[in-house]
């Protein structure tokens, strides 16, 4: 073998020394150009990735926008219980008188004028208690200030009552309260 003869296959140190400084600005030159698109970008420095095509100075006001303060009634306090799943009518009073119930739900509260009676769809799911407030604008009292309950189309006289807010207990599976009085107004 000669002097400064390679083994086969392999080559000189010049030839390997100019492919690594070629490699070295191929690899400086890739950077260069990923971190001026991720400064271009605002990535690098906010950190804000952009959802949308607008620029964000686009999609703020300059100035603050004030917005008119709606001047309609305010409808009547809705009940403290899950909202019926029913189509509004006349002679509805659900949303008018506050209520509560325990162990189910009102389905509907309905003025019943022919018998002067407010009647109330329940379903429930187990024992518990109706409170209702009732309003004298929409339901009156019979002449000894008392109302008469109707529970499941029987008599219930196990109600509570303190002026117009009344107390009733019912049993799991119960269906219908009504509650007479001398007037009602839908």
Partial sequence: METGALPKGFKSNQASANKTSANKAGIIITVSILAVAL???????????????TPKSQMEPSTPVMQQEYDAPLSPEKSLSQPASYA??????????????????????????????????????????????????????????????????????DYMQAGTELYIPFEMGTEKIEIVGSYILS
């Fill in 39 to 53: 400064v271009g970008s605002g990535l690098f420095l906010t950190g804000d990735f952009p959802m949308s095509e």
């Fill in 88 to 157: 509004s009518s006349a002679g509805d009073l659900y949303g008018y008188l506050e209520f509560k119930i325990s162990n189910g739900d009102i389905k509907s509260m309905t003025a019943d004028d022919y018998n002067t009676s407010l009647v109330i769809a329940v379903d429930t799911y187990g024992d518990g208690e109706m409170y209702i407030d009732l309003d004298e604008q929409f339901i009156g009292s019979l002449d000894d200030g008392t109302y008469f309950v109707i529970v499941d189309n029987e008599e219930f006289d």
